[in-house]
Nanobody, 121 residues
């Protein structure tokens, strides 16, 4: 089994910053893509950004220039640095990883439990 554990959410004022962390553990042979998604109340889950490697990172237009995704492959971790936060960034943030399992060698997606980010004055 593979588990993803997120941390770092909270309440922040508009213009503030937060850093989310996501660490994968368990029967990991290798991790391919890691990324972040978010789901605001009453809306569908949407992509924030993904990293297929340390250098190949893509973002949704609404967060470009404000959010930064980074990976630490040695720690099986992905991070989301969020700057210049806006009220519309309020959502539950989820990390996702495409993991090849050591037991079966199958590749499947795993999700974290989500962490709440609230941007409000």
């Amino acid at each position: 089994q593979v588990q993803l554990v997120e941390s770092g959410g909270g309440l922040v004022q508009p213009g503030g910053s937060l850093r989310l962390s996501c660490a994968a553990s368990g029967s990991i042979f290798t991790i391919y893509e890691m990324g972040w998604y978010r789901q605001a109340a009453g809306k569908q889950r949407e992509l924030v950004g993904t990293s297929s490697s340390v250098r190949n990172i893509n973002y949704v237009d609404s967060v470009k220039g404000r959010f930064t995704i980074s990976r630490d492959n040695a720690k099986n971790a992905v991070y989301l640095q969020m700057n210049s936060l806006k009220p519309e960034d309020t959502a539950i943030y989820y990390c996702k990883a495409s993991v090849q399992d050591t037991r079966t060698m199958a590749v499947r997606d795993y999700w974290g439990q989500g962490t709440q980010v609230a941007v409000s004055s």
